[in-house]
């Protein structure tokens, strides 16, 4: 996340602020500080990352979020499953003034905005909708074989999402996910795959009730998948808004 406030930027983890001294990389899903003489608009391209907060604990946090534009949550509808979070000492910037958030219940958070939170103790809080892979990092996809996602509801209250897949234009990534069905004849259980749109879908789960989890496995439809190495999105809309973005790396060995 950026803030805009010229070319001086603070990369703030923690309290402890560290200053850079150019641009010649920035890690996506951090958030820096930048200080503007004028208004400004900045396009930076790269990596998406699967992001997940690492908290300091019992220290304010300087940290921000994907989420919808229109229809972000509140801070305490995106906090309220985190009693480490759960409070008003939260500061954003407001005409460049840091100022307090002393109404979290009624008060909407932005996308693209970074703010000043504390956090009471250890936490591994992501938000109300955590999304975890096996390698952490995203999924891949190859001859090898698939990945899960795992979604899991942090919240105190039923959640939902929408899962949907972006790839780039003339680059498909095919697949699928397999599921178990019951042969009626024999009454087995045998292994189906249903399909997904090579170039683009949209998928909405069920909600989850608060604590449960969902498994999502993927695989690429190599019979479909053109040979090297594509990279796609998923991305994991909630119904209170919070966005996660899932990269996807596809590898076919030609043969």
């Known amino acids: 996340m950026l803030s805009a406030y010229g070319w001086a930027i603070w990369y703030a983890p923690t309290r402890s602020d560290a200053f ?6 920035l890690y996506g899903g951090k958030s820096f500080l930048m ?15 699967l992001v997940k907060p690492t ?14 534009e229109p229809g972000a949550p509140t801070f305490k509808q995106f906090f309220g499953g985190s009693p480490d979070h759960d409070h008003n000492q939260i500061y954003r910037l407001v005409n460049g ?9 009624n008060t ?4 693209g905005e970074a ?16 999304a975890s892979t096996r390698i952490g990092l995203g999924l891949l996809l190859n001859n090898a074989g698939g990945g899960d996602v795992v979604f899991r509801n942090r919240a105190q209250h039923p959640v939902s999402l929408v899962v949907e897949h972006l790839t780039s234009e ?4 095919p697949i699928s996910t397999p599921v178990m069905a019951i042969d009626e004849e024999t009454g087995g259980l045998r292994t189906v795959s249903a399909v997904f ?8 789960f069920p909600a989850l009730e608060p604590g449960e989890a969902i498994r999502l496995p993927l695989e690429l439809r190599l019979n479909e998948a053109g040979p090297g190495t594509r990279h796609s999105l998923l991305k994991v809309t909630s119904d209170l808004g919070t966005i996660t973005y899932i990269p996807i790396t596809s590898t076919r060995d030609a043969q």
């Open 115 to 130: 703010f000043w939170i504390f956090c009471r103790g250890r936490s591994d809080y992501p938000g109300p909708l955590e």
């Open 35 to 49: 200080h503007a003489t004028t208004n400004a608009t900045i396009t930076l391209t790269g990596t998406t990352p």
């Open 20 to 25: 850079l001294s150019n641009l010649y990389q």
């Open 108 to 111: 909407v958070m932005k996308s």
């Open 97 to 105: 003034t840091w100022r307090q958030v002393l109404d979290p219940t």
């Open 170 to 173: 003339g680059q498909p990534v």
């Open 55 to 68: 908290w300091t604990p019992n220290s304010y946090n300087f940290i921000g979020f994907s989420l919808a």
């Open 197 to 204: 749109d090579p170039s683009h879908f949209e998928q909405a």
